[in-house]
């Protein structure tokens, strides 16, 4: 079996190019570096500096591989900062994806798995399944949604096989802890190894159930034996929503370190995301996710020897109207 996982340099698709390696697969890895680290690629896959956008690049390589599955997992994953560059979301997120459907239809892919989010029910009743109408309030989950439906649309019409997941909050080693836009476990470890204070935006006490990078990334690698998976949908992660406030405290044990938290401005977001996942544990067999604390725990350990790393701001903001004051920076004109 031969895979492409796009974004395999980054968080989850890193771990999820672990375990195709494990199952015998031979894996390409397709990868920007733009959020992701070459040495998080394991050894033993082939490794592609280049983007989802290059259709050139991307045609070349099915017709070079021959792939049978597509793990696409390729994305910017900023959802609040989506609102201010919707060009390059829909650019990197929905177009990319495009590319590569389009030469999976091409090349006969025997199934194309799709990471795409929570973020497409919005705020939706709670807890979120399958079976709630999508609603996506900001163009990150709007990309992602249009995703799933060209997927489906491909099916239909080109008989490509997919299959959906809809992961939430993940966190783990190998997460991009110097990201000031996303992943906010990450983001408070390098805060609290950088010496400064915890941010959250608002009172803390909107709510995410966070899911260690294992009982994630394991089932999307394994899913495509699973024929009674194709051409579905499924929600994935962790059961247990926990406030920002309380994950502030969990965290700031891992590191023996006092609880200090700068709250900010509350920003444009839904206040309370977790999901249902007894579909997803019936399909792919799960039993059980790691807790919080092991699993905070075990990323702690990982971050103190990778150490701090700087957070960039990102310069291609496009409309910086209601940007929170601290992802504004100075040479950005505000429209």
């Not at 996506?136 to 997927?151: M, R, T, V």
């Not at 941010?199 to 260690?212: C, K, M």
């Not at 007894?278 to 399909?283: D, G, H, N, S, V």
């Amino acid at each position: 079996m031969v895979s492409l996982v796009t974004g395999g340099a980054g968080f989850i698709g890193s771990h999820v190019t672990r375990h195709c390696l494990n199952l015998d697969h031979e894996v390409v890895v397709l990868d920007d570096l733009s959020g992701g680290y070459r040495d998080q690629v394991p050894g033993q896959a082939i490794f592609i500096k280049g983007s989802v956008t290059d259709a050139n690049l991307v045609n070349d390589l099915f017709a070079k591989f021959e792939f049978d599955y597509v793990y696409h997992l390729a994305a910017y994953a900023a959802e609040g900062l989506s609102h201010f560059i919707r060009r390059f979301n829909y650019q990197n997120n929905l177009v990319g994806s495009i590319n590569l459907i389009n030469a999976a239809v091409l090349h006969d892919v025997k199934c194309f798995v799709f990471t795409s989010s929570i973020a497409v029910y919005g705020a939706a009743q709670l807890p979120m399944s399958e079976n709630t109408v999508p609603q996506p309030e900001d163009p990150y989950g709007i990309s992602k949604y249009a995703i799933e439906l060209d997927l489906r649309a491909a099916h239909e019409m080109f008989g490509l096989n997919y299959i959906i997941f809809r992961p939430h909050n993940v966190y783990g080693e190998n997460q991009n802890i110097g990201d000031r836009y996303r992943n906010v476990v990450g983001i408070f470890m390098n805060q609290i190894m950088c010496g400064e204070p915890l941010t959250i935006f608002g009172d803390g006490t909107q709510t995410r159930a966070f899911s260690y990078i294992d009982d994630v990334a394991l089932p999307i690698a394994r899913s495509v034996n699973n024929r009674a998976a194709y051409n579905d949908v499924y929600n994935i992660g962790a059961d247990q929503p926990y406030t920002l406030n309380k994950l502030a405290e969990v965290v700031s044990a891992a590191y023996a370190a006092p609880k200090k938290i700068r709250y900010l401005p509350a920003r444009n977001e839904v206040s309370h995301a977790y999901s249902t996942h007894e579909k997803a544990r019936l399909i792919f067999d799960i039993n059980g996710s790691v807790a919080l604390e092991d699993g905070i725990g075990r990323m702690a350990a990982w971050a103190k020897k990778v150490g701090a790393r700087k957070s960039k701001y990102f310069e291609k903001i496009e409309v910086a109207r209601n940007l929170p004051a601290n992802w504004l920076i100075e040479q950005q004109p505000v429209t």
